[in-house]
């Protein structure tokens, strides 16, 4: 199975941790959106996109490169990682995916964990969530990759 990671990670590696712990299960390649190339995406068997969040939403970058893809079946994921928890109604996965979907991916589902941040108030402090993304996340990025891989449906 070829499966490619699209990941912008820019502050602190934090979801690139992510998405090199979910690359060793899937035996991916991870890119980032600029090094990304569309045709090659589009011969994977699966995608996955992530970033951290920037003020309640994906990185810029990447929703720009997912809106840039030309239409067309294929298999996809969606990750993040956050300073602050998602809220159940508004997910930070949700724009993406629907983006994705629009442009006809099958999305398999989305993962999220809290992660070091340093965002303005936080800063003050030093930053929140100092030790994460942590072991436990780590596992549960993990255990969604290895659902990913052996097609047993990945719970959101």
């Given at each position: 199975m070829k499966v490619v990671i699209v990941c912008a990670s820019v502050s602190h590696g934090n979801t690139r941790r992510v998405a090199d712990t979910m690359a060793e299960v899937l035996d991916a390649q991870?890119?980032?959106p600029g090094e990304a190339d569309p045709a090659g995406l589009a011969g994977a068997d699966l995608v996955g996109f992530g970033s951290g969040v920037f003020h309640g939403r994906l990185h810029p970058r990447l929703t720009?490169?997912?809106g840039a893809l030309p239409p067309g079946p294929g298999r996809a994921f969606v990750f993040a990682t956050s300073g602050l928890p998602q809220m159940p109604w508004a997910p930070f996965t949700r724009p993406l995916i629907r983006l994705l979907r629009s442009k006809g991916f099958e999305v398999d589902?989305?993962?999220?964990?809290?992660?070091?941040?340093?965002?303005?108030p936080f800063k003050l402090v030093g930053g929140i969530?100092?030790?994460?993304p942590n072991d436990a996340d780590l596992a549960a990025a993990r255990a969604f990759a290895e659902r990913l891989r052996d097609g047993n449906g990945a719970v959101s």
């Open positions: 991870v890119v980032r720009e490169f997912a589902g989305s993962f999220s964990c809290r992660a070091f941040d340093t965002w303005a969530n100092k030790q994460r």
